[in-house]
């Protein structure tokens, strides 16, 4: 199927949206035709143009993709998980999630296949991503002298598809040593881009901000000083699958408006909201884009 390279009109954005937020409930053609303000006898053709997949497909694919976080970053019993997303019975959800991802719940509960993961919802991450572009402004970035913090991280190196099983041993570690997001916040280290970057090479920072220095060895967990200065920050709000447009944004556009130079730091962000948490265009965090002070020079 060709697909029209536009991004999606507002009312299938909205859609798109309403059906973040109603994952929980029975999601008719319908019903999600008169959200769209589309006539019935279009919709399905028109979303299946502009997205890619069917709307059953995609909703069936979103549904089971915040299912499956669930299962691997939270504590929720299989049958919660099961209606929170749309399933009325445990046994339906069960075949549903086997069907598609080759894994019982509560296998992947216990043991993830991050790759095979990754092959079935890619696809959507990449219909989501084209379709659901950040829309961005200058006015949006301000700069901000950002006090320094010491972090305790887990380091990801390698495979970006495995970078679940690192979230896991994280969540477990900050768990056992009382760091709740709600009390402590949340940071990601950008090393490089996983589009252009070979998969062994992957950098990623997992962390979160702790009073003093803070290592573990036998969990894997060191110490890092967030340095203190000048950033340009842009709040991201919605799923990772727009991130990369957001970090974009800021080189292409931002930084090469506002003449500013960088600092020798990478690119980091602060959580604040958490897919599967809340709904995936729900979630929020705040992009740093580290700045060299005022003639200082670049080093990037």
């Known amino acids: 199927m060709s697909h029209?390279?536009?991004?999606?009109?507002?009312?299938?954005?909205?859609?798109?949206?309403?059906?973040d937020e109603h994952l929980q409930s029975e999601l008719s053609i319908d019903q999600l035709s008169e959200v769209a303000c589309c006539s019935r006898f279009h919709f399905q053709r028109q979303f299946a143009a502009w997205m890619g997949l069917s709307v059953g497909e995609y909703v069936r694919l979103c549904r089971l993709k915040r299912a499956s976080l669930q299962l691997a970053f939270r504590q929720l019993p299989v049958t919660s998980v099961a209606l929170d997303c749309g399933y009325q019975a445990p046994e339906s959800f069960s075949r549903a999630f086997t069907r598609l991802t080759g894994q019982a719940p509560r296998q992947f509960r216990l043991q993830p296949d991050w790759s095979g993961w990754a092959s079935h919802f890619d696809p959507l991450s990449r219909h989501r991503s084209r379709q659901m572009k950040p829309l961005l402004t200058i006015e949006q970035v301000d700069v901000v002298e950002v006090p320094a913090i010491w972090l305790a991280v887990l380091e990801h190196h390698g495979d970006p598809r495995l970078l679940g099983d690192s979230i896991r041993r994280f969540i477990r570690w900050r768990q056992q040593h009382g760091l709740s997001p709600q009390r402590h916040a949340t940071y990601n280290l950008f090393y490089n881009d996983p589009e252009q970057t070979p998969a062994a090479a992957f950098r990623l920072d997992i962390a979160v901000a702790v009073p003093h220095p803070v290592s573990d060895s036998a969990a894997g967990i060191v110490s890092k000083l967030l340095p203190g200065g000048r950033c340009a920050r842009l709040r991201h709000v919605g799923s990772d699958d727009g991130l990369g447009a957001a970090m974009q944004f800021l080189y292409s556009q931002w930084l090469v408006q506002s003449g500013e130079s960088l600092r020798d730091f990478p690119l980091y962000c602060q959580r604040l909201r958490f897919f599967p948490d809340v709904a995936e265009h729900e979630a929020e965090l705040d992009l740093y884009l580290p700045l060299a002070s005022p003639g200082n020079g670049t080093a990037g």
Do not use: G, K
């Not at 029209?4 to 059906?19: E, H, T």
């Open 4 to 19: 029209n390279p536009l991004a999606c009109p507002p009312r299938f954005r909205r859609l798109l949206r309403y059906i």
